[in-house]
């Protein structure tokens, strides 16, 4: 299993740029979330899916954000337009379930810096 | 507002002490607590975890304590290992909504382990 898989690895933007983020989650996994992680805050949990139907997406700091899952083995994470305070390390993670006990398994993340 | 918190940005011990990371938590409704380790340019994974009705798990190196009444867990690793050297975050599980579970996680420790 090659596991969650992040695209691209690093982004660096400018200002007012549209950024896409995108994810390929673990094959069989029911759940699909999109995380950030900064050092004010650490990692916040901005969105997630099941059966790729948004679930809660009450992190999404503003409208500024948007996530897709248009099947169960593509997610996109959309920022239009980008600030510098989006600066951040973005995770995808899946998972199969969403019980008590489930794991997540996290991709590799995307350095985004917005200049 | 912080519903689990690592006030120790870092920690440093010496390879073959034991390394003692903390974490507390407010929200009572926690009942499923897990730590997750990461190393740099990759995502977290998981680690240990430990249910509410327990206060102790052990996996090799590895133990984790919680006081429910303290809301408070820890995780010990002994001995500790230059290669245990990454950022540990503490995560807690809560229903939010339905049948779904929330993860929530703290800001993270960077714990450095010397040789």
Known sequence: DAGVIQSPRHEVTEMGQEVTLRCKPISGHDYL???RQTMMRGLELLIYFNNNVPIDDSGMPEDRFSAKMPNASFSTLKIQPSEPRDSAVYFCASSRGQGWN???????GTQLSVL | ???????S????????????LNCDYTNS???YFLWYKKYPAEGP??????????????DGRFTVFLNKSA???SLHIVPSQPGDSAVYFCAASAKS????YKLTFGKGTLLTVNP
Do not use: A
């Not at chain 2, 507002?1 to 006030?7: G, L, M, T």
């Not at chain 2, 940005?9 to 003692?20: N, Y």
């Not at chain 2, 909504?97 to 779904?100: C, K, L, Y």
């Open chain 2, 45 to 58: 994974t998981f680690l240990i975890s430990i249910s509410s009705i327990k206060d102790k798990n052990e």
């Open chain 2, 71 to 73: 809301k408070h867990l």
């Open chain 1, 33 to 35: 979330f999109w995380y």
């Open chain 1, 102 to 108: 489930e794991k997540l398994f996290f991709g590799s």
């Open chain 2, 9 to 20: 940005p870092s920690l440093s011990v010496q390879e073959g002490r034991i390394s003692i």
């Open chain 2, 1 to 7: 507002d912080q519903q689990v918190k690592q006030n």
């Open chain 2, 97 to 100: 909504g339905g049948s779904n």
């Open chain 2, 29 to 31: 409704m926690f009942d």
